[in-house]
């Protein structure tokens, strides 16, 4: 499977300031993710990373606020803008590496605003 | 929309005890997945689940995929105590992106 490489694997930013996380992965994949992992909760979808177009965001979730960039088939980046406490979460890439078999997740950011 | 509901939130075991916990969906889905994140690490699958009525090992871990196509099992036989966690049950969904459940804590007593 890929092995995905998760930057930085942890900060701790001021409010305000804004934080780009980088994903890369060791092979070409098709699609990449972002989820976000609030304390002591489950995963939820940020958005989908797509290669040469915007990123496709899901109900709750802004480009405003978590711009993306996606500039090749390995790469990608999560920008957690204008930071407040309650950004303070575990941020995640995943890939689709093997078609339908399931998503190989990176180690995550842990990401604490103060 | 799509919502899963798991169950339990959290278990407390004794090593080489049995667990079983499950995952019921509002809507019918193609594909049921099994994963496992340790503290300080991303979530890994574990099975994957594709028919209805499907049964999958993988070790000492099973897990079904109900035959009405809502719900989903997760068994681990024998625990360890390297199988403490947080097990998530996850189903793709209609734009083949995964929705997680709620996650069952699993803790393993001394």
């Known amino acids: 499977s890929a092995v995905i490489s998760q930057k930085p694997s942890r900060d701790i930013c001021q409010r305000g300031t804004s934080l780009t996380i980088q994903c890369q992965v060791d092979?070409?994949?098709?699609?990449m993710f972002w989820y976000r992992q609030q304390p002591g909760q489950s995963l939820t979808l940020i958005a989908t990373?797509?290669?040469?177009?915007?990123?496709?965001?899901e109900s709750g979730f802004v480009i405003d606020k978590f711009p993306i960039s996606r500039p090749n088939l390995t790469f990608s980046t999560l920008t957690v803008s204008n930071m407040s406490p309650e950004d303070s979460s575990i941020y995640l890439c995943?890939?689709?590496?093997?078609?339908?078999?399931?998503?190989?997740f990176g180690s995550g950011t842990r990401l604490t605003v103060v | 929309g799509q919502q899963l509901n798991q169950s339990p939130q959290s278990m407390f075991i004794q090593e080489g005890e049995d667990v079983s916990m499950n995952c019921t969906s509002s809507?019918?889905?193609?594909?049921w997945l099994w994963y496992k994140q340790d503290p300080g690490e991303g979530p890994v699958l574990l099975i994957a689940?594709?028919?209805?009525?499907e049964l999958t090992s993988n070790g000492r871990l099973t897990a079904q995929f109900g035959t009405t196509r809502k719900d989903s099992f997760l068994n681990i036989s024998a625990s360890i105590p390297s199988d403490v966690g947080i097990y998530f049950c996850?189903?793709?969904?209609?734009?083949?992106?995964?929705?997680f459940g709620k996650g069952t804590r699993l803790h393993i007593l001394p």
């Open positions: 689940l594709y028919k209805a009525g």
């Open positions: 996850a189903e793709t969904n209609r734009d083949d992106k995964i929705i």
């Open positions: 809507s019918i889905f193609n594909t």
């Open positions: 995943s890939v689709d590496f093997q078609q339908g078999n399931g998503y190989t």
């Open positions: 092979s070409q994949v098709t699609m």
């Open positions: 990373a797509n290669q040469g177009s915007e990123a496709t965001y």
